[in-house]
Each structure stands twice: as C-alpha cells, then as structure tokens.
C-alpha cells in the first residue's frame, strides 16, 4: 500500500467484527493536547474508546498487559521499553470494536491518535494482538510513512513446531481487519519460508478486505491441488485469539 493508501479494492462485508487495542504508557495532561492533523488522523472512531488508568489502579487492574506470559513476553521481546511502561505513572487503554468496513480509515485514524500519544507525555505502547511493545521512536520509525499501512506491520506471522518434525506457520493480529488469522499445518522444514511467504500474502489480501470461503483453494506452485482451506476456531482460542483458516501441507 502507499502512503495514505488505506483502501480496501478486494472489500465485501463480512458479519465479524474488527477489533483494536493498544495501551500507550507514560505522564498525560488531564485533557491532553493532541495534534492529530499532523499524523493523518480525524480523532478515534466513535467505536473506540480511550480509558485513562492511573498507576494506584494498575496494580490491581487484572487486564494489566504488563503481568503474565504476555508481561513476560514483552519483558523479552523489549527490556527498556518495558521498564519504561513499568515506571510511567500512568496508561491509556485504546479499545473497540467496529463493523467490518471498506476501507481502513478507522485504523488510520486510531494509529494517528496513538502517534499523537507519544508527543504528548507516552514512552511506551504495547499492541497485545501481536505481542509486541515499542518505544516511542520504535513506533515512530515502524509506522511511519507508507510503512503505516502496510499490513505486514500489523499482523505477526510465527513459526513453530508441529507433529513428526515438520512447521506450523501462522498468524495473530488480523482481528484488526474483521478477518481470519492464518494457520497452515504440517509444513516440511525445507518449505517454511515459503508457507511464511503465502501467509503473508493472505494477510495482505484479507487486508485489502478479501474473504476466503470454506474449502476455497490457494494456489501454490509446485501442489497441484494448492492449499484447501477450512473455516475454523473461534475468539476465545488462546492461539489466536480469533477465528482461522486452517491450511494442512499435503503429503507430510
């Protein structure tokens, strides 16, 4: 995607719901000062709200993204960040959901509010979807110019171990544009890049706003019958936290 390029050219409505959340840790004005213009952004979609936490309720808020595997997680992933957030007197959760919609100008204007965030008193932000934390300038040089579109940045594509030696490669963070995650099973160890490459290439299409139906194919050189696809899970499943369409290598 260009910059600003925010379209949806694949869009046809889906009845799931999109889903944002990010909480930006720091010291804020009671009413802070926000130039949203400057970011490209026409102030929170009506959907999501913005709740301000102070650090006497954080230490008993149990939705504490800090605490926990994901704590954890993000303690790894991001040490000085992380004991950024941990000092900051305070967090501002960002959270709602909204109707799958076809463009992504609700993304656009959510991720400009945060950017304004980080100018006006946040050092942190952690985007719980894809278990990942950032430091202001981290953020800054992540989503920045067309880079802030581009959904590769906001959905994390993993690898990990499956049945008889062989990959799992899947996907988290695609709630964020009413869409399935990716989950494609029993991939040889030879063939993981390339299963990460037709994830990827499936979050960019469900991005763009493209639905894949049950026992829909995706086709892949070299397999005759491509990838089948089956329609699966739900919001509650701890892999995801969403829905997923489920893909299994053949012949492995």
């Known amino acids: 995607m260009a910059e600003s390029d925010w379209s949806r050219p694949h869009w046809t409505r889906d009845d799931a719901k999109a889903m944002l959340l990010y909480f930006v840790f720091g010291e804020f004005a009671a009413e802070p000062q926000l130039d949203l213009s400057a970011h490209g952004s026409h102030g929170l979609p009506q959907e999501v709200e913005m709740r301000r936490i102070p650090k006497a309720a954080l230490a008993h808020w149990q939705g504490h993204p800090l605490r926990g595997v994901l704590g954890e997680i993000l303690r790894e992933g991001n040490p000085a960040a992380f004991d950024a957030a941990r000092k900051a007197p305070e967090c501002l959760m960002l959270r709602g959901e909204l109707p799958d919609a076809d463009s992504l100008a609700y993304l656009r204007d959510t991720l400009g509010v945060v950017a304004a965030l980080l100018e006006a008193g946040g050092v942190a932000v952690v985007d719980p979807q894809i278990l990942e934390m950032f430091s202001a300038d981290a953020w800054r040089a992540r989503y920045a110019g ?5 959904a590769r940045n906001h959905v994390l594509v993993l690898r990990q171990d499956d049945t008889a030696g062989s990959a799992w490669i899947k996907t988290r963070g695609m709630r964020k544009f009413a869409r399935p995650d990716i989950s ?23 991005a763009r706003g493209m639905r894949f139906g049950e026992g829909s194919s995706v086709d892949v050189e070299g397999l005759p019958d491509g990838l089948t696809i089956t329609r699966g899970g739900s919001l509650d499943d701890p892999e995801f936290n969403n829905t997923h369409l489920e893909m299994s290598w053949p012949g492995s």
């Open 146 to 150: 067309e880079e802030t579109s581009a």
């Open 184 to 206: 494609i099973r029993r991939v040889p160890q030879s063939e993981t890049q390339r299963a990460g490459a037709i994830a990827a290439r499936l979050v960019d299409l469900q």
